[in-house]
């Protein structure tokens, strides 16, 4: 597609439950973010692929979260034994390198609840 | 690390008055800065970017950021709002060579007629 992709766009699930959220990023595109947003708090970066490099996860809140990036494109974040702190926005980006044309496209986010 | 303060979590403005959106960011290496917006149920746009040359840069739409290193701020602002720029605006940061994105909490803007 033209633009970055997520799916689902909602996502209701119950406390203690697994999670996982799916991000088609721009071909071609080599670097891949996930960002968290929750009411008040703006974004809040969690993990960042940058081609065949090891993912910076400085980002990821707790061992709970964890995400991957298969052949170099689509990729998943997965949330297991979610709770209720979890329910924000989660929003993915892509972008075609490092530096100056480091541009991010975000995609329109998948909103998570916990109940 | 890199940080952004934008001070005003929300800024109500009367259609066709001027608007400033404060942001200040904190950083101990050069960076590129930018603002996103993202409207009513909408993703996050782009909507401009510093990376190096000319201090003041501008956007398609009418709203202009001026990088003031001294100052290490970089406002957003626009002459005359319209009421189609209801919407929330994050600045951004990232260090030279780096992709990561560090965001502010972001301004809602709020126009009315």
């Known amino acids: 597609g033209a633009g970055v992709s997520q799916s689902p766009s909602n996502k209701v699930t119950e406390k203690g439950k697994d999670v996982e959220l799916r991000c088609d990023p721009i071909?071609?595109?080599?670097?891949l973010y996930w960002y968290r947003q929750s009411l008040g708090q703006g974004l809040e970066f969690l993990i960042y692929f940058q081609g065949n490099s090891a993912p910076d996860k400085s980002g990821l809140p707790s061992d709970r979260f964890s995400a991957e990036r298969t052949g170099g494109s689509v990729s998943t974040l997965t949330i297991q034994r979610t709770q209720q702190e979890d329910s924000a926005v989660y929003l993915c980006?892509?972008?075609?390198?490092?530096?100056?044309?480091?541009?991010?496209?975000f995609g329109q986010g998948t909103r998570l609840t916990v109940v | 690390a890199q940080s952004v303060t934008q001070l005003d979590s929300q800024v109500p403005v009367f259609e066709e008055a001027p608007v400033e959106l404060r942001c200040n960011y904190s950083s101990s290496v050069s960076v590129y800065l930018f603002w996103y917006v993202q409207y009513p149920n909408q993703g996050l746009q782009l909507l401009l970017k510093y990376l190096s040359g000319s201090t003041l840069v501008e956007s398609i739409n009418g709203f202009e950021a001026e990088f003031n290193k001294s100052q290490t701020s970089f406002h957003l602002r626009k002459p005359s709002v319209h009421i189609s720029d209801t919407a929330e605006y994050f600045c951004?940061?990232?260090?030279?060579?780096?992709?990561?994105?560090?965001f502010g909490k972001g301004t809602m803007l709020l126009v009315s007629p």
């Open positions: 980006a892509s972008s075609l390198a490092r530096g100056r044309r480091a541009e991010a496209f």
């Open positions: 951004a940061v990232s260090a030279l060579g780096y992709s990561t994105l560090t």
């Open positions: 071909s071609g595109h080599t670097a």
